[in-house]
């Protein structure tokens, strides 16, 4: 199986377009903040306003309610997600496969963790009953980055045919967050084997395949 090489998009290029932005992106993130600290249920659209410093009136002219908020709320949490891996994917040091994944591991536990267990995402969404549905929307997501900007500089200097990309990345993924939800406590150095051993990763510096 051969890739296509694709440029890697910026980390600012990959967030512009998925966040609003302006007086609706305020609005947004002062219901993200409401939302993890008094819960979706015990916030209303009179406490969104009075966080945004606007009126009622006008948070109606951005939204058609709190459920209009709410989706766009949850679309920012995946908007954080995927721009979390575009900025791994910037920063990772070309050739150095143990530090790049050592990097991706550690992102992955920033998404899920604070220092004070799980990250206020989680509590908002497991509110909602929509935990199970965002995971699948953020591993598709995240599967899909991988696939376009991760997976053909790889394929470009490994002798290592991939059937079923994507879904390998799914499973992977999917694989990774139920271990993590398992055993919060697992060391990086254990989730990293994961990853070399489920992904087959070649960890020496790279040599270009010139066929």
Not at 7 to 29: F, H, N, T, W, Y
Not at 46 to 66: P, V
Not at 169 to 197: H, T, W, Y
Request: net charge negative; aromatic share 10%.
């Amino acid at each position: 199986m051969r890739f296509e090489a694709t440029v890697p998009p910026s980390a600012a290029g990959v967030a512009k377009g998925r966040r609003l932005e302006g007086r609706a992106g305020d609005i947004m993130q002062a219901a993200r903040a409401l939302f993890e600290t008094k819960g979706v249920s015990a916030t209303t659209v009179k406490d969104i306003a009075a966080e945004a410093h606007i009126t009622r009136e006008l948070f109606y002219y951005y939204f058609s309610g709190k459920g209009d908020v709410i989706e766009a709320v949850i679309d920012d949490y995946a908007a954080d997600i995927v721009e979390s891996v575009a900025v791994w994917n910037e920063m990772r040091r070309f050739g150095d496969m143990p530090a790049a994944l050592r990097d991706c591991v550690a992102t992955l536990r920033r998404t899920l963790y604070d220092a004070n267990g799980p990250r206020p995402m989680i509590a908002v969404l497991e509110e909602l009953g929509m935990r199970d549905s965002f995971d699948v929307r953020a591993v598709r997501e995240t599967a899909e980055f991988f696939c376009q900007n991760v997976a053909g500089e790889y394929e470009r200097y490994h002798d290592l045919e991939i059937e079923f990309l994507f879904e390998m990345f799914c499973v992977m993924l999917f694989g990774l967050v139920g271990l993590l939800k398992i055993n919060p406590r697992i060391s990086d150095d254990a989730l990293m084997k994961v990853v070399e051993q489920t992904l087959r990763l070649d960890m020496k510096p790279p040599v270009e395949r010139t066929e």
